[in-house]
Structures are given as C-alpha cells and as structure tokens.
C-alpha cells in the first residue's frame, strides 16, 4: 500500500514559480514510476509528466515544456514538481499518482493523493 501526500501549492502571480512535493509512505516506493496529473475546473484529469524509477522522465505535455521539471529522491519517498514561468492557464488541482506499470493513463494509476491546489493571478 503506498498513501500519496501533495504540498507546496498556492496563489502565485503569473511568471512566479512554486514546488510541489508528493510524500509517499510505504516500502515500495523506489519501484513506483510517479506522475504528476492536474485537474483544472471543468476540465478532466490530464497527465503532466511521469518519471520511472529509474529517473527516466517521460515527455512532458506540451503546455509545460520548459517550464516544468519532475524530479524524485528516493531516499526520501518523494517526488517534486518545480513550476517556473507560471500562467494563468496553469491554474487546476495538481495531483501526484503512483503505478508499477509503465502505463500513463488516469486509469492506470493504482495511487492518488488528494491533490493540492495551484492557482495562478494574472
């Protein structure tokens, strides 16, 4: 069983930067790829970025590209997502998911954390 906790979300102006970090609890997480999804309102679930645990990096959704950077350490159960140049645009829940497999679906996640939220002014 692994429990995912997200933080480091918040209000931000857009062009400003802000990390999130998803604390994972259990044995297994050096063997989990993680992912990062985001959730803006109205909107469904997408998928920003994975990264195995090899620290292979999947390719990152268009809308973020440079901007974005995924990281994990897992000597401390956690993975990052750092945010720079942050838009408007950029404004949803964030939420970080663990999967044994190499699948990036929504679907395919077999952990969620509750999500934090993201919220850029313009």
């Known amino acids: 069983q692994v429990q995912l906790v997200e933080s480091g979300g918040g209000l931000v102006q857009a062009g400003g930067s802000l990390r999130l970090s998803c604390a994972a609890s259990?044995?297994?997480?050096?063997?989990?790829?993680m992912a990062w999804f985001r959730q803006a309102p109205g909107k469904e679930r997408e998928f920003v970025v994975g990264?195995?645990?090899?620290?292979?990096?999947?390719t990152y959704v268009d809308d973020v590209k440079g901007r974005f950077t995924i990281s994990r350490d897992n000597a401390k159960n956690t993975v990052y997502l750092q945010m720079n140049s942050l838009k408007p645009e950029d404004t949803a829940v964030y939420y970080c998911?663990?999967?044994?497999?190499?699948?990036?679906?929504?679907?395919?996640?077999?952990?969620w954390g509750k999500g934090t939220l993201v919220t850029v002014s313009s």
């Open positions: 990264i195995k645990w090899t620290g292979a990096i999947t």
């Open positions: 259990g044995r297994t997480f050096s063997r989990h790829a």
């Open positions: 998911a663990a999967t044994f497999g190499s699948n990036w679906s929504v679907g395919s996640m077999d952990y």
